[in-house]
């Protein structure tokens, strides 16, 4: 019940505007968002890959309203791809992409060709986009458009939300050669008709969906930090004989940074989702629904300011 509170908070403007008045907030945001900045998120997408890791960049932004900040979006992309090329280190960064953001809810076609561009940008630097999952409407969607730009552009990765009742399925059509796949828990409220709805449930559905793609012929980007299933990750390698070139583990920037080391250390791929950009707070509600024990620390701020 908590976690559906935080995440209905999300999207209730006046929650926003008291929790970005917080001061911990400015803390809270530091351990997860590079920056406001292109250049922020260059300098700390330098500084993991100097430790041995690997990154993907999310612009923060989404439920794009107008044609106008849709196309923004997708030129703030292409302009970041060229500076993470212009540093040198594109890749082992690539860029992630919520449809959402480039005018999905206005004309999933809009959508579809900025996603093109941002794509054609990617391979010009000799990098990839992942196509990030959004709440449950959006699914069919995204996997039409990744399957449009697959054709083009066939290193296009996709995300899987192990909390939805379809994924197992999605997972097996998805699990062939050449495709990349990031294998998340999911961070959205869903009614209980099209996810589960206890932790135990997503848990055993993302090991299902963890055992589809590690048993197919595809690349899985096993997205957690939960420890039983980092460890579930490395048995299934070995069971099925996967070399670590061949899957990688993926985990948020600011959550479990020596267990992205060691995991590093251990000759493993580990790629941190990197957000950089002013509109954080979506996105830090999501991770306070995944980690409620840090609500505490905005209680307290909110306390002592009064």
Request: charged share 25%; proline share 4%.
């Amino acid at each position: 019940m908590l976690r559906t509170a935080i995440l209905a908070a999300a999207r209730t403007p006046a929650v926003e505007r008291l929790l970005t008045n917080a001061s911990v907030a400015q803390s809270l945001v530091a351990r997860y968002v590079a920056g406001d900045e292109v250049d922020d998120a260059v300098q700390v997408s330098r500084e993991l890959i100097a430790d041995g890791l690997a990154v993907t960049l999310d612009r923060l932004g989404e439920d794009t309203s107008d044609e106008a900040a849709a196309a923004a979006t997708t030129a703030a992309y292409c302009a970041l791809l060229d500076a993470l090329a212009a540093a040198d280190i594109a890749p082992p960064a690539e860029v992630s992409v919520k449809l959402s953001a480039v005018g999905q809810r206005l004309d999933p076609r809009l959508a579809t060709e900025n996603a093109r561009k941002i794509c054609q940008s990617a391979a010009a630097v000799g990098t990839t986009v992942t196509l990030d999952m959004e709440d449950h409407t959006t699914t069919d969607h995204t996997l039409d458009t990744l399957g449009a730009l697959r054709e083009d552009y066939p290193d296009t990765g996709a995300v899987l939300q192990a909390y939805l009742r379809r994924t197992e399925t999605d997972c097996r059509e998805l699990a062939h050669a050449g495709s990349r796949v990031r294998l998340c828990k999911g961070a959205y409220a869903e009614p209980e008709s099209v996810g589960f709805e206890t932790a135990l449930d997503v848990d055993r559905s993302y090991v299902r969906c963890l055992n589809v793609l590690m048993a197919g012929d595809g690349y899985p980007m096993l997205a957690t930090h939960d420890p039983r299933l980092v460890a579930i990750g490395e048995e299934r390698a070995r069971w099925y004989d996967r070399t670590p070139d061949t899957f990688e583990f993926q985990m948020l920037h600011g959550v479990r940074p020596d267990e992205q080391r060691r995991l590093a250390r251990a000759g493993y791929t580990v790629r941190i989702y990197l957000p950089y950009g002013r509109d954080w707070y979506p996105y830090l509600m999501r991770r306070l629904a995944e980690r409620p024990a840090y609500l505490a620390l905005f209680a307290r701020s909110l306390v002592s300011s009064r």
